[in-house]
């Protein structure tokens, strides 16, 4: 009988898949994939150790997305929102050179906590992002900035055909497609949306406001918009 992979194990498989991934892009803008850089050897251990412990079964599970890694986030670690402190917490490998604790990552390790901790979290949901792989350009001070895959049109029409296949693959891993929650409820959503509207992968998309956009611009009303993550992600049914 053939082995049944665990739902881990798709995800593992997803971004070696992931990291044999290279596109052209216009001049002053380049892709970050953190599966084949110099850190690669470090981010499979730890997505391994991961992946394997919080998802090794085939239990269907909801959807976030954020845009696209952040250069010094994700793009480092290989691993949706979670920061090298938080991973270290989780798997006993140390990031060295990004020892940082992030105020993104932070706001939703307290909505995991308060969900019920990582098991329980995790057990529930995936996270990932619609372009899965990071985006950086090159400013007028000639020093590398984070850019989101919605930002320039030409971009996003290079790298329409990637977002599209990289949506179908993590939908076979075992997506419940009855919602997605979309994490940045601006043109992250917006973006989302039209492509949804012309591939249907989901039944509905949920916006959430972006942690960074709490943290650094509305702290006064952390409590209000974690109270609306937390009421969202446990809602039963759209």
């Keep these: 009988m053939k082995h049944l992979l ?17 596109i052209d892009l216009p001049a002053g803008f380049k892709l970050i994939n953190p599966y084949n850089g110099e850190n690669k050897k470090l981010i499979q251990q730890v997505t391994t150790i991961f992946y394997r412990k919080f998802f090794a079964d085939n239990i ?23 920061d090298a402190d ?13 020892y940082i604790n992030h105020s993104s990552s932070d706001f939703l390790y307290e909505v995991i906590n308060k969900y019920g901790g990582s098991k329980t979290f995790y057990q529930d949901f995936y996270t990932s992002f ?32 990637f977002i599209v296949n990289s949506l179908r693959t993590q939908i076979s891993l075992g997506i419940d497609t009855s919602v997605c929650f979309c994490i940045g409820s601006s043109q992250n959503f917006q973006t989302l949306t039209k492509i949804n509207n012309k591939y249907n992968f989901f039944n509905i998309i949920v916006p959430l406001e972006h942690p960074r956009f ?6 006064q009303k952390r409590d209000f918009y974690l109270k609306k993550y937390l009421t969202t992600l446990t809602k039963k049914s759209y």
Excluded: M, W
């Excluded at 709490?214 to 702290?219: A, E, L």
């Design 6 to 22: 665990t739902f881990g194990e798709r995800v593992l498989a997803f971004q070696r898949k992931l990291a044999e991934i290279t």
């Design 60 to 82: 269907p599970r909801r959807l976030l997305l954020g845009s696209s890694p952040a250069r010094r986030g994700t793009a480092v670690t290989g691993i949706p929102f979670e």
């Design 214 to 219: 709490i943290t650094q611009y509305n702290y």
């Design 130 to 161: 619609v372009c899965p792989l990071g985006l950086i350009r090159i400013n007028e001070k000639g020093r590398a900035v984070n850019c989101n895959y919605y930002e320039n049109k030409k971009i996003l029409n290079q790298l329409e055909t």
């Design 86 to 98: 938080h991973l270290y917490s989780e798997t006993g490998i140390k990031i060295d050179n990004f």
